[in-house]
């Protein structure tokens, strides 16, 4: 230990300076890690009761012990890892909502996204028994096409299918459950209720089948 004066003349006892170094660089990583693993609110509240119980420790050994320790740099050593944490946190939030926007957005029409993203509540596990609308498309001579067709030509064809397909889905307010080979699995009044269910299947159908020749 090294004793130090302080001004009002009393000595205090302070850790070798390598020990003070290697303390407050772990305390450091410690805290930053720490922050760094939990969410946002979590973070805040840890950061806070960290730095406050930092601060209250080092004075009281000073008040009680006579010993000196910087506390001021571990306080913003928490504040740094705090601020890095809210930052990361953001981040990462950002990222998982735009995942699930696109994956959402898949099988869900735009509006009914947009809600799911505004009440993330509404993804919890559940069952409800409902009476449903259900459709199955399939091209019609998808098989011949497929023995005659080049391998990219179908690709590409399938591809213009499918956005068709989901677009028109999705303007109707279906839902897309699977896609099937050459065909789709697509379903009305769930997971949002629909009065007009069936009305509105059936104005996707024909739409559908006058611009792509498929069985519905």
Sequence with gaps: FRRVLFR????????????EITLVILIGL????????LRMWSAIIVGLALAAGLAASALGLFRWQQAWFPWTLLVAQTGLALASSIVFNSFRSLIETRLLERSLAAHLPPKRVKQILRQPETLKPGAEKLEITIMFSDIVGFSTIADRTLSDKLYQRLNAYFGDLIQCIHEHDGTVIKLLGDGAF????????????QERSEEHTSELQSHHDLVC
Excluded: C, F
């Design 8 to 19: 009002s003349g009393d000595w205090l006892v302070r850790l070798p300076h390598a020990l």
């Design 30 to 37: 410690l805290a930053g890690w720490t922050l760094a693993m």
């Design 186 to 197: 697509a379903i009305w009044n769930a997971p949002e209720r629909q009065s007009n269910q």
